[in-house]
């Protein structure tokens, strides 16, 4: 399977499989029935109560209709109904947090991608991270994700504050840094939201080696631990 490796701010460097052909073209016909029926929805009521509908009216409607994959993308973090159906979502290549202005110019040049037959198709199939025209200028592409839950004990693990009678596992949890405890955050977030494995062994690897800690702690189990541990140190 094709993917897409992105830097993230915090140097860490993230690999997700590219959305295929099929699963963009579903979700765009996904959206496509919800557009169709919402623009019915809304005649339909017209209709029913006898609201003449004027020319002015008509083209608000209209746009408001259009806007729905905009809007869409802006309000629900990179999806639309559609995508959340198939598990992709638009993503900038940077590693950033895709803005106003990328969705935009995504939404704006959708009519070049979709109605020139096969344009946005050709590009996804012949660009390097899987783009098409709107991707291109705005620095995105679509990928795929896979959420998985974090368990309880996890959860507790990463509050930020333990008890009194807590007693930490990792002594060397209080020399850490707060750039890496930062590293740890996001390399755990990223296997909570997308099941990106890559990133907490990266991690952990890293922080054993420097602080020379010995711990048989799962992976994911380790990380929140140490995120833990450090608290207690430096609130005690």
Request: aromatic fraction near 10%; glycine fraction near 6%; charge should be neutral.
């Amino acid at each position: 399977m094709q993917a897409v490796s992105i830097q993230t701010t915090q140097n860490i460097q993230l690999e997700y499989p590219l959305a295929g052909i099929g699963e963009r073209l579903l979700a765009f016909l996904i959206d496509a029935v919800i557009i169709f029926s919402i623009y019915a929805l809304i005649n339909f009521v017209f209709d029913l109560f006898n609201i003449i509908q004027s020319l002015a009216v008509g083209g608000i409607l209209g746009l408001i209709v259009y806007l729905y994959r905009l809007l869409s993308e802006v309000f629900m973090n990179g999806q639309t109904v559609g995508k959340m159906a198939l598990s992709i979502k638009v993503v900038k290549l940077d590693g950033s947090t895709p803005s106003f202005a990328a969705y935009f110019l995504r939404w704006l040049l959708e009519p070049i991608d979709f109605f020139i037959v096969g344009l946005g198709v050709l590009f996804i199939i012949l660009t390097k991270n899987g783009q098409r025209v709107g991707d291109l200028l705005a620095g995105t592409t679509v990928v795929k994700i896979k959420k998985i839950t974090a368990t309880n004990v996890q959860n507790k693990i990463l509050m930020d504050v333990v008890d009194e009678n807590y007693e930490p596992q990792i002594f060397e949890a209080a020399n850490i840094s707060d750039g890496e405890v930062q590293i740890i955050k996001d390399a755990l977030k990223a296997f909570k939201n997308d099941a990106v494995k890559k990133p907490v062994e990266l991690v952990e690897r890293k922080l054993k080696e420097k602080y020379n800690i010995q711990s048989d702690l799962p992976t994911v189990k380790f990380l929140y631990t140490l995120l833990r541990d450090h608290t207690y140190y430096v609130t005690r």
